[in-house]
């Protein structure tokens, strides 16, 4: 681990300021009972012994909640029954949103995904502190996630065809889109923070910024909508896998960095919310970074 030993906060000054709250990460254990793939780079089996790991370092820590960034699994519905008991011993509240490989499933149970992962709406959000925490559903529009005869399917395609037309690094069909709706409900929730004076850290899947071929479909209208909030200090999500950072008016985006990458290397990330600054502890192979506000 690198950087800053945000955990001792006990044995510090008194004069270091507690932060508005702390919290823990983990980006796409994408679990599977299978072989690994070499050319990638990425050991699906491997995911148990790294999540019970990860929840054991979280157990250790004053933490407010978890949260999972998407890709629980690599497919398979039975595949849930394996890894999603791992979370029962964090002593921790937590929080899991889809990615792209939660629906790698049989039709049947597509529509069942976003109860089998605990949550209680695809998009929804919660306060602590007075930091507003949004988990957003970048699935929505996809040629995946939506049941077969889902209306969604045909947006999906339609926005596919003009990205690819257009040339979009991130025409790709293993990406995905929000709808209009969810766009405007998440406007509109950074709008409540901003009323209540809180902060507010949106969470999702896809990355938004810097541009990449792993991008959201509509990345640069919904970074630029988070941007232009004075609420909003963050955006956290997984998906590219050898992660990323950008800033963007101020916000700071931060890719986490894949679980199921590698044969013995962990990823995951403590991330502890000041007045002026978070904090990110990086474990194994994700950053430590002090992400000035």
């Known amino acids: ?66 949260v999972t960034l998407g890709d629980v699994i690599d ?29 790698a499933v049989a039709s049947d149970r597509l529509a069942d995904v976003h109860a089998r992962l605990g949550m209680p709406a695809p998009y929804h ?76 850290i949106v969470f999702g899947h896809y990355p938004l910024h810097p541009s990449s071929d792993h991008n959201l479909w509509g990345a640069e209208e919904v970074s630029a909508l988070i941007a232009a909030s004075p609420s909003a200090i963050g955006y956290f999500c997984g998906h590219n896998h050898v992660g990323n950072y950008g800033l963007l008016n101020g916000t700071h985006f931060v890719n986490i960095k894949g679980m199921v990458d590698t044969f013995d290397e962990n990823a995951f990330a403590i991330v502890a919310v000041h007045a002026d600054r978070i904090e990110i502890t990086g474990f194994g192979r994700e950053k430590s970074r002090v992400l000035a506000l």
């Open 125 to 200: 959000d919660f306060a602590v502190n007075g930091v507003r925490l949004i988990l957003t559903d970048g699935n929505e529009i996809s040629l995946f996630a939506p049941p077969l005869d889902d209306p969604r399917r045909v947006e999906a395609a339609e926005r596919l065809a003009l990205l690819t037309a257009a040339g979009a690094a991130n025409a790709q069909m293993w990406n995905a889109g929000m709808s209009v709706a969810q766009v405007a409900w998440l406007a509109e929730r950074l709008k409540l923070a901003e009323e209540a004076g809180e902060r507010a």
């Open 75 to 103: 497919r398979d519905w039975e595949n849930f029954d394996r890894i999603l008991p791992l979370y029962d011993t964090l002593r921790h509240a937590h929080h899991i949103l889809p990615g792209n490989h939660d629906f």
């Open 1 to 66: 681990m690198s950087g800053h030993p945000f955990h001792d906060v006990s044995k510090m000054p008194s004069q270091q300021s507690s932060p508005l709250l702390r919290f823990g990460l983990i980006a796409d254990p994408q679990y599977a009972p299978i072989e690994p793939n070499t050319r990638l780079n990425r050991h699906y089996a491997q995911s148990l012994g790294k999540l019970e790991a990860a929840i054991a370092r979280f157990n250790g820590e004053d933490l407010d909640f978890v």
